[in-house]
């Protein structure tokens, strides 16, 4: 885990954006970078595999929260609203993380290859010492980033390696249910692709129904049971989130980011964002713009 951790740190600290973010060139797989701890973020997260390589963090989903460091791995197996928080990182020992998105289509084909029986296990975050295995996927996908010639050649392998060990190791019952065919959890993605889509637009609950292959009132249901929110629920918070990525990341004023993510109404984006995030909108990203200048 020290080799992993080193390649990564090197590449966030040559990479990162100035939210801390390194996007690789391997699609889905980036490095998370923060040298204090950070605030409560709002996110609604995709199905993905978090390993962490130093410091420690907490994600809350619902009445659930889980602590995780150095040597563990978060597991998010459905698109679901999360608040997280960097609780230990220091500029002399920064938080590491390696994030790798998971495909259903690839987590299906290596499920069926494997004779991998579905078991029930319906919790959508978990979190479990890193396998070794996992570890050594991830290591070898990252040093491929020192030879660019390689990736065409061996990418596609490593990236179908590390979701096989994940697979067999301790977080396997919990993603087989992701690419398991014609599943709830597959069904259900198909709308939230609409949503994460077309989130600033008007959407009618028959047309997600109909592309989850559900009639309205299942479809609401199942829904609910994968990402804890309902269709309109959902569909707010990822206005109301990239609206507050707009204010921060671009500069917009509340009203120009209220109308970009759909709001009609800059009163009651006003009312909503104060909701979510505890203060309203002028307010909130002015402490997280100051948060920001006192940890640079």
Not at 52 to 58: E, I, R
Not at 92 to 98: E, F, R
Not at 206 to 227: K, N
Not at 263 to 273: D, G, I, L
Request: one cysteine or more; glycine letters at 6%; a positive charge.
């Amino acid at each position: 885990m020290s080799t992993l951790r080193d390649i990564v740190r090197r590449y966030a600290e040559a990479h990162a954006d100035g939210s801390g973010l390194a996007q690789t060139p391997v699609p889905g797989l980036t490095t998370v970078r923060a040298t204090a701890p950070s605030g409560l973020v709002h996110a609604i997260s995709r199905p993905l595999v978090c390993l962490v390589l130093q410091g420690a963090k907490q994600v809350t989903m619902g009445t659930h929260s889980f602590a995780f460091a150095a040597g563990d791995s978060l597991l998010i197996t459905a698109d679901v609203p999360t608040l997280n928080q960097i609780t230990r990182a220091s500029i002399a020992a920064p938080y590491l993380s390696l994030v790798f998105e998971l495909d259903a289509a690839v987590i299906a084909e290596l499920a069926v290859e494997m004779k991998a029986a579905l078991v029930a296990d319906h919790a959508p975050v978990r979190v479990e010492p890193t396998d070794a295995e996992v570890a050594d996927a991830a290591l070898r996908l990252m040093r491929l980033l020192d030879r660019p010639a390689s990736l065409p050649v061996l990418q596609a392998q490593l990236v179908r390696e590390l979701p096989y060990w994940l697979l067999a190791g301790r977080h396997g019952a919990a993603i087989r249910r992701l690419g398991w065919p014609d599943s709830h959890a597959q069904r259900i993605a198909r709308a939230v692709a609409i949503l994460r889509a077309e989130f600033a637009r008007s959407l009618r609950i028959e047309r997600l129904a109909a592309a989850a292959g559900m009639s309205p009132s299942s479809f609401h249901q199942h829904f609910r049971a994968a990402t804890s929110l309902s269709p309109l629920q959902f569909q707010k918070q990822l206005r109301l989130i990239e609206a507050r990525r707009l204010m921060l990341s671009a500069g917009a004023t509340a009203s120009s980011a209220a109308f970009a993510v759909g709001y009609e109404s800059v009163p009651q984006f006003t009312r909503e964002y104060g909701r979510m995030f505890g203060r309203p909108p002028v307010r909130d990203t002015g402490v997280a713009r100051s948060g920001a200048l006192e940890s640079a």
